[in-house]
């Protein structure tokens, strides 16, 4: 079992930046890949990025490639979302997800074994 818990949310005027964390508690982190998902009120859960177990390797969405920036120490068993140039369409509920087959680029939900409660971002206008 893996255990995790996001912070860092907030309220943040657009333009602005937010830091979040997902720190993990229970199996070796390093196993696992790691994923930032949001759900906006109204809207499905969306893939937002992906790190491999080692760091290699990261993976983006479309709508968020060049503006946000995942991450992870694994001596701290926490990963990051550095969020930059954030904007309104950015408000969601932000969610962390290990993905224990550590392949390549995966971003549906079902292909993650374990996920956070969430962290709320509100970016005003």
């Known amino acids: 079992q893996v255990q995790l818990v996001e912070s860092g949310g907030g309220l943040v005027q657009a333009g602005g930046s937010l830091r979040l964390s997902c720190a993990a508690s229970?199996?070796?982190?390093?196993?696992?890949?790691m994923g930032w998902f949001r759900q906006a009120p109204g809207k499905e859960r969306e893939f937002v990025a992906r790190i491999s177990p080692s760091a290699g390797s990261t993976y983006y969405a479309d709508s968020v490639r060049g503006r946000f920036t995942i991450s992870r120490d694994n001596a701290k068993s926490t990963v990051y979302l550095q969020m930059n140039s954030l904007r309104p369409e950015d408000t969601a509920a932000y969610y962390c997800?290990?993905?224990?087959?550590?392949?390549?680029?995966?971003?549906?939900?079902?292909?993650?074994?374990?996920w956070g409660q969430g962290t709320q971002v509100t970016v005003s206008s």
């Open positions: 997800a290990a993905d224990g087959s550590g392949l390549g680029y995966r971003r549906r939900q079902s292909e993650y074994d374990y």
């Open positions: 229970g199996r070796t982190l390093s196993r696992y890949a």
